[in-house]
């Protein structure tokens, strides 16, 4: 090997660090996941023959066009959707990291009867889809007369994003000094402020790190909002672009105009809880 090692550099062959190896792969990624958000975006502004002529083509003076942007507004209840979508991706996530964050917290710091239980039955939500049980889900919202009411989706989307929020939170809740809910506890201080006071504060990187990956799927969602809120008056905006889309005619000057305007507040959002985000991701690499 030393002789290989010895030959290597005076015959010209170099090898590739690992670095670039590395950012070469990312950056792949990188591509093959916004290609398709740039090819919705870029053919929102065109008109249906150039979408169908040049797909991957810019709107140009002749193919621009905003009539999708127009038909969206205009033949739709598009605020009402959007609104929908808000109230309920907000409230779950906010439910979702509160109930998470308590939850780790007892099933880390407590020791009781039951707790391998309960952390065993939220590992089993993370492995079995909620999908599988939607039937069920439908009969209980239907004898608590929740069915199309913002609230149905709400409770499913906190029963689908509390056991990962659990898992991640316990993690980064073992990472928290015992000395510092100790040196609170010697001051007297109660198990609810010491919570709210030391250990949340301590959680924003985390909480971050799962609102991303709860908001996203519910952002996204159709199959809920169809069984649950197809009503007018509860629709989301995945539902509410549906109407676009015809068993032998569809509308894609407005369904790729509604898919860009509802990219918008993920984006934001994102960009609120990026930085945090990063650092949830990258906290435990280094002990």
Sequence with gaps: ??????????????????????????????????????????????????????????????????????????????????WN???????????????????AWALTEYKFK??????????????????????SILSLMVSLDLVNTLTALVLVYIAQGLPLAVYILSEFVRTIPKELTEAARCDSVSEYKIFFCVILPLLKPAMAT?????????????????????????RTITLGVQQFVGQYVTDWNSVLSALTLAIVPVLILYTIFSRQLIRGLTSGAVK
């Design 210 to 234: 799962v609102a991303v990956f709860t908001m996203i799927p519910i952002w996204n969602d159709l199959w809920f909002p169809l069984i649950l809120a197809p009503g007018e008056e509860t």
């Design 114 to 135: 039951g707790n391998l239980l309960i952390t065993f039955l939220f590992a089993m939500g993370i492995m079995i889809p909620i999908r599988l049980g939607t039937v």
């Design 85 to 103: 979508s808000l109230v309920v991706t907000i409230l779950a996530v906010g439910l979702v990291l509160l109930l998470g964050a308590m939850a």
């Design 1 to 82: 090997m030393k002789l290989l090692d010895r030959l290597m550099p005076s015959s010209g062959i170099r090898q590739v660090p690992k670095s670039v190896t590395i950012h070469a792969v990312l950056l792949a990624y990188t591509v093959i996941a916004l290609f398709p958000i740039i090819v919705v975006v870029i053919n929102a502004f065109k008109e249906r023959r150039a979408i169908f002529r040049d797909p991957l083509g810019l709107p140009d003076s002749d193919s621009f066009t905003l009539v999708g942007f127009q038909q969206v507004l205009l033949r739709s209840d598009f605020g009402l959707y959007s």
